[in-house]
């Protein structure tokens, strides 16, 4: 009875290192990710460059919010409404507006986007920026 209870004990916890130890494996397997670049490519938000899409903003009415609301709505370059789109939900920061995301200055979203698929990176994508104000 005693040894069984003795190889009981011992199991356990050569089973609780054994995880302890797998955990110790495992984080190196993750620091092996590709380091991202400190910097983007060149011309990353430079506009022009390849065909650029659309920018729409649109107004609609939400009885939650019981008034009309402003959105930014970003199609691809050959948007079509026979194809399927992956769509990005964004947000502005404080103190802006959906159109902000868009803007030049800010991030410009769009133009990323138009190169991004433009260079074959990404496939054509929706965005869609709503107004956060109530």
């Known amino acids: ?3 069984q209870t ?3 004990e011992s199991g356990g916890k050569i089973r609780h290192a054994f995880f302890i130890l797998a955990g110790f494996f495992a984080i190196p397997l993750g620091m092996m990710a590709q380091p991202l670049p400190i ?3 060149t011309n990353y938000d ?3 460059l390849y065909p650029a899409g659309t920018v729409t903003g649109i107004t609609y009415y939400s009885p939650v919010a019981g008034t009309n609301r402003d959105m930014e709505v970003y199609t691809p370059p050959g948007y079509s409404t026979s194809q399927k789109y992956g769509v990005i939900y964004a947000i502005h920061g ?4 959906p159109d902000t995301i868009f803007a030049g200055w800010c ?5 990323v986007s138009d190169n991004l698929i433009g260079q074959g990176k990404i496939h054509g994508v929706i965005i869609e920026i709503g107004r956060a104000h109530v």
Do not use: H, Q, V
Request: contains cysteine.
């Open 39 to 41: 910097m983007p490519p």
């Open 1 to 3: 009875m005693k040894r």
């Open 94 to 97: 404080i103190g802006a507006w």
């Open 107 to 111: 991030c410009g979203a769009s133009t």
């Open 46 to 48: 430079t506009g022009g």
């Open 6 to 8: 003795l190889t009981k």
